[in-house]
């Protein structure tokens, strides 16, 4: 009985400290506190988003902090809910939200992305350092800040898009950033289940 107590409670803590890295880790970009976003990555950590595909979790800092000089800030809700532990590596998804408002043609808008946030980690020298971060896109809205406004939008273009992320593609390509059509999203179940396998086998101890 000891034993098996001392186990959940080390399972335990490692959940938790991983909840709150994945947490902090986002806080810490919203905020524009990139030294606390820094010591959450790993050296060689490869990050893949709408925006960003690349290794090494300070290029990755250093080209954020650039990011939101240019685009302003938006914000992001993290919810994390499942975290998987095997001695040294873990997985963790956490539901999420991102918030963002905008101008399209001088109409303000806001548009949220709702979407799940994934993560290798490994426990290095004690602490646990994100090893890569992915984003599963589910669904996106946008909206005018004044109702009585209308879209200022190509439905055409629009629609187009990938359905898990049109929104986003769409805004950005109106910031003149081209976004990759292939991200891991909802609408493409196996492409997911195939990531999902190649995850389960790293933290097997494979490469």
């Known amino acids: 009985m000891p034993h098996d107590f001392d186990a959940r409670l080390r399972a335990h803590l490692d959940r938790e400290e991983l909840f709150d890295l994945v947490r902090r880790e986002r806080f810490a970009r919203d905020q524009r506190r990139f030294d606390v976003m820094a010591a959450c990555f790993h050296r060689d950590a490869y990050i893949r988003t709408s925006w960003y595909d690349g290794h090494g979790g300070d290029a990755y800092v250093d080209a954020t902090r650039k990011w939101m000089s240019n685009t302003g800030n938006s914000k992001h809700w993290v919810f994390p809910a499942f975290a998987q ?44 350092k994100l090893l890569s971060f992915h984003v599963f896109f589910e669904r996106d ?28 593609a769409y805004i950005q390509s109106v910031r003149g950033v081209k976004v990759n059509p292939d991200l891991l999203g909802d609408d493409r179940p196996d492409e997911l289940a195939a990531f999902h396998a190649g995850e389960e086998r790293w933290l097997a101890g494979g490469e």
């Open 141 to 168: 809205v946008m909206k005018p800040v004044n109702p009585s406004e209308t879209l200022p939008i190509d439905w055409a273009q629009l629609n187009a898009m990938r359905p898990s992320y049109k929104f986003l």
């Open 85 to 128: 532990i095997s001695g040294d590596r873990a997985t963790v998804e956490s539901p999420a939200m991102i918030f963002n408002r905008a101008r399209l043609e001088d109409i303000e808008v806001d548009f949220h992305v709702f979407c799940r946030f994934f993560s290798r980690a490994v426990r290095e020298d004690g602490a646990w």
